[in-house]
């Protein structure tokens, strides 16, 4: 399959992918925004009954442990974050998409969804900890929709990953975006950007989805969001939440301490936060 399908088939399939609903749409374009008011996401929330109801259920569930019930908008957010709200909106929109098994990466149905939770917080961390270094939750969000691609290219993948890997061990090809790229002549970097336009998602979240792999080549202003989601991605891995197939053959770029200088110990420290979250979120998002 892989070797007959041209670029333009694999982008032509992206018209049979569903839109975001116009919450989601809304909420990742405020989030994207470093400058924004939180009261915005709420109004937002408040259009979107099924939304409204989800936050609800999970900031009331038995993971947070209230003692009071919480039945506002307003005090949901506030305590789960802006993170659970995109989160849960992102879910509500496409969770089938995202949850889905991926064979041409050799992921099980849930791995994506787990290793883009596992950037998101990773990469929410990382800006966290960088003083002065981008809006933790709008690196949240980017870590959130890095890998969309692989939700289109994985049925052009099918019985290629030990292929693709070789290359990589035989250095034939850089990595394996690269060994997508030379199979297939368009990788899941370039073919989520061609989805991130679809989408009209914001400019930064376009870099991030297009550049992780390669956060040098970012335009200048977004690159230091692409750096931190390139190192939230490798930390997602080395928390277990990978996708499969590639997970071992992705490079560090070590050019990332020029944009967010990270000692080898908040490293740690981050490793050890990125777990806790892990569970918190998951457990909260089963209710
Ligand atoms: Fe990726
Ligand atoms: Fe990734």
Not at 3 to 27: F, G, H, K, N, Y
Not at 93 to 103: K, V
Not at 239 to 267: M, N, S
Request: glycine share 6%; proline share 3%.
């Amino acid at each position: 399959m892989a070797t007959e399908s041209r670029p333009e088939d694999i982008i032509s399939t992206l018209e049979r992918l569903p839109m975001l609903t116009q919450s989601a749409s809304r909420l990742l374009e405020i989030s994207a925004r470093a400058d924004h008011d939180p009261r915005e996401m709420m109004d937002i929330v408040r259009t979107d009954a099924v939304l409204t109801s989800r936050l609800l259920k999970v900031v009331n569930s038995a993971a947070y442990g209230l003692v009071h019930e919480v039945d506002t908008v307003e005090r949901a957010v506030s305590f789960l974050g802006e993170r659970m709200v995109v989160s849960l909106a992102l879910e509500n929109s496409i969770g089938s998409l995202l949850q889905q098994e991926l064979p041409g990466y050799e992921a099980r149905a849930g791995d994506l969804w787990r290793h883009d939770l596992g950037t998101a917080i990773a990469s929410r961390e990382i800006a966290l900890r960088v003083r002065g270094a981008c809006n933790p939750d709008q690196a949240f969000t980017a870590g959130l929709l890095h890998d969309i691609g692989k939700v289109v290219l994985s049925a052009f993948l099918l019985h290629s990953a030990s292929e693709l890997q070789e290359k990589v061990l035989g250095r034939e090809d850089e990595d394996y975006a690269a060994a997508e790229r030379n199979l297939l002549g368009i990788n899941h970097t370039e073919i989520g950007h061609a989805l991130a336009e679809r989408w009209k998602l914001p400019e930064m979240l376009r870099a991030a989805i297009r550049h992780h792999h390669h956060p040098a080549s970012a335009p200048e202003e977004h690159r230091e969001i692409v750096y931190t989601v390139h190192l939230g991605d490798i930390l997602a891995y080395m928390c277990g939440k990978g996708t499969g197939a590639d997970q071992l053959f992705y490079h560090l770029d070590a050019r990332y301490v020029e944009w967010i200088p990270l000692t080898a110990d908040d490293i740690q420290r981050i490793i050890i936060a990125v777990n806790d979250e892990m569970g918190r979120l998951e457990e909260s998002m089963q209710s």
